[in-house]
């Protein structure tokens, strides 16, 4: 007999701060890195990788102890995980829940990969800017120099390796 | 009369125009041409300063932007080459160009960077007119492509081209083909190497704007074709020479090919400057228009500074 249907992974309910759900199955460590989170910050940390999801067939779930993700690493995540949500917890309680969201122009996150857009020229006051193209497979275009980004240039780009 | 769609514009990229405008600037080169053959040329434009900043060498766009604007009374200022400019002292270009739009009326530009004109357009208060920026853009050279086309064929719609050779880094092919995007042509048949196929952006654009693209190897291909636009590989963007050498001479356009293949009333045309990709012996044939295509520089860039200037 399969008991692997009631089984359950455990992981604590966090008092305050924030989780982090329906992140794409496998990114969850991306997640952690985009965040700057090494682990020896003193954060109390859940990660569940390739969890089922009734929506997205697997999932990864990240739950961050006192610790809330800014703006800028919110526009990130929305990069490698376009259905990500963002709870907010509060006295165990759910006090916020959004979507995140790719923004239609992403300016100065990413670094564009042609070695010749003026936006990779040294010591120029200007900011990269992206537009997206593509929501579902991620593909982005350099405003500048119209040189395509795709979701592993993207991943390559926000953590500095391939995944 | 000033055109609002022109006046104190920047020319990044021939996309920011649409059709309508493009075939004024057509109607207007043509005027031009007639004035320089009746040496009727006027000073429209004598208040005016242009700044050439040419970062990157050239011969005919530096030229025939410079003769446009004398012959239209206006005086140019200006560099080719960083080396005798404060570029070479570490200044940025951010600066350099904030400095130039101080002086003059229009900044004519080329670089090596790709989206440099887009991004000194932000800077500078007069008009940039791009001269070529890396391997993206290069609007008034397709301009001029274009306006041959139409004066060799009377029309643009209809015409089959067929583009060879480096489509990869070449910025007038780029931009020949978003000047074609406005128009109807009924085919693009792209010949090149393997290793120099059009990149995949400008692909993607052709067939989202509804133009039918064909890609092939072999050089027999220029068989159905009208307009036969010959490039050169530039070996000045390649980022590995030995890229470089593996593709140098793998093609070349001859007396004996165009009359083995061509139809009889194709023409070739040619940015230039060639090296050996296109064989002196075309050059006394009925298929050589790109003679006629770099004269045509002046009457067009005279249409296009008129325009942006207002100098009528």
Known sequence: ?163 | MINMGWYNKDVVNILDFSREDIELLFSKADEMRAQLKDKSVKKTLSNKIIGIAFFEPSTRTRMSFETAAKRLGADTVGFTGEEGTSVAKGETFADTIKMIDSYVDAIVLRHKFEGAALFASGIAQNPVINGGDGKSHHPTQAMLDLYTTKTLFGEIDGLTFALIGDLKYSRTVSSLIYGLSMFKPKEIILISPQQLKLREEIKLFAVDHGLKIREEENIEAISEADIIYVTRIQKERFPDLQEYEKVKGSYKINKKILETHAKKTAKVLHPLPRVDELSPDVDNTNYQAYFLQASLGVPLRMALLSLVLGGD
């Open chain 1, 1 to 163: 007999m399969d008991t692997r249907k009631d089984e359950k992974l455990l992981v604590s309910k966090i008092e305050n701060g924030t989780v982090i759900d329906h992140i794409n199955s496998g990114r969850a460590l991306v997640v952690l890195k985009i965040l700057n989170i090494k682990g020896n910050e003193g954060y109390r940390i859940a990660i569940v990788m390739n969890v089922p999801s009734t929506t997205m067939g697997k999932k990864d779930i990240v739950k961050l102890e006192d610790y809330y993700p800014n703006s800028e690493d919110l526009e990130k995540i929305s990069l490698i995980s376009p259905n990500a949500t963002i709870n907010i917890i509060k006295d165990y309680e759910v006090i916020k829940k959004y979507k995140v969201e790719i923004p239609n122009k992403i300016k100065g996150t990413l670094k564009c990969n042609n070695p010749t857009c003026i936006t990779r020229k040294s010591n120029e006051p200007i900011t990269s800017s992206f537009t997206l193209l593509s929501k579902d497979k991620i593909k982005l275009q350099c405003d500048y120099c119209g040189s395509i980004l795709t979701e592993d240039d993207v991943i390559k780009e926000l953590i500095g390796e391939s995944q």
